[in-house]
């Protein structure tokens, strides 16, 4: 008889995040996190699917229905071995039920080697809904990786779903804020690259849906560099698609107001510099 293993799912009532804190404390370790109160603890059932690679013997996708009742919630549900070797990924709440946001996903079973990476990649491109393939993005942004950079590349130039698209563009954006320079600097270059053109004079930005091309300038701009705003966005202000070149526009209009202001906190330093050393003398 085969042995059986146990998944377990702990799910918790946390207090929203600070919009405005950044990437980095978004992903904080899961003690820092501040869960509700007895008095605010919402009671509603929750689903989790289970998708597995296809194999005899198991179905390629399961949903279990939890009831979600106190502040802190542990559930456990029975897998073969080869159960948890073949988990691909695993969705909560796949048909968007109830309104919630996830925080945060983590796979702690080092013994079975669930790979954090590899679930969510693996419900980037095998999610059978829109809304499973979003939040698969949406981790991205809370646990960071070069390793996602191409696959939200992708996402944006091949995504059945607009929507995906849009969520990838956003998402690639968002890296602008991140401490972690590589990462930041991959990103900008992934996104610089949809717009410099081929051979043929063609750019895969100028292949894309007008919905995706308005997003995908706006997270180009947040990076605030004069190259962006200069040799790719300038030229977009013309753009026969009346959104594409106002969002052209806009984002110039952004562009140049940060660099300004950091041109201003570059002179206003250099002048505190020069009067430091100006008193030691």
Known sequence: ?????????????????????????????????EIVDEKEVFVFPIDIKLCFTDFAGIEPTKTFSFEILKRENEFTINLTEEGIKKLHYISIDPELKILRE?????????????????????????GETIIEKIESIRYFEKY?????????????????FYGVSVQAANTLGSYSKVKDENIKKEAYNTLKSLF??????KSAFSELDARIKTVVISAFSSFNTKESMDDYIYPLINDKN?????????????????????????????KRKNRFIEINH
Do not use: R
């Not at 998944?7 to 820092?32: F, V």
């Not at 960071?144 to 059945?160: G, Q, R, V």
């Not at 410099?196 to 004079?201: D, H, I, T």
């Not at 969002?247 to 906190?265: E, V």
């Open 1 to 33: 008889m085969e042995k059986k293993k146990l998944l377990k799912i702990k799910i918790k009532q946390i207090k929203k995040t600070n919009a405005q804190d950044s990437i980095e404390e978004l992903a904080k370790d899961e003690g820092s996190e």
């Open 242 to 270: 009346y959104y594409v070149a106002s969002q052209a526009i806009s984002s110039i209009g952004n562009i140049t107001s940060q660099l300004s202001k950091d041109k201003k906190i570059t002179l206003e330093q250099k």
């Open 102 to 126: 996830i925080n945060s996903i983590k796979f702690e079973d080092k013994e079975d080697s669930i790979k954090h990476i590899d679930i969510l990649k693996n419900q980037l491109f095998n």
């Open 144 to 160: 960071l990786s070069e390793d996602f950079i191409p696959l939200l590349k992708n996402a944006i130039l091949n995504e059945k």
């Open 196 to 201: 410099e053109k081929n051979s043929n004079g």
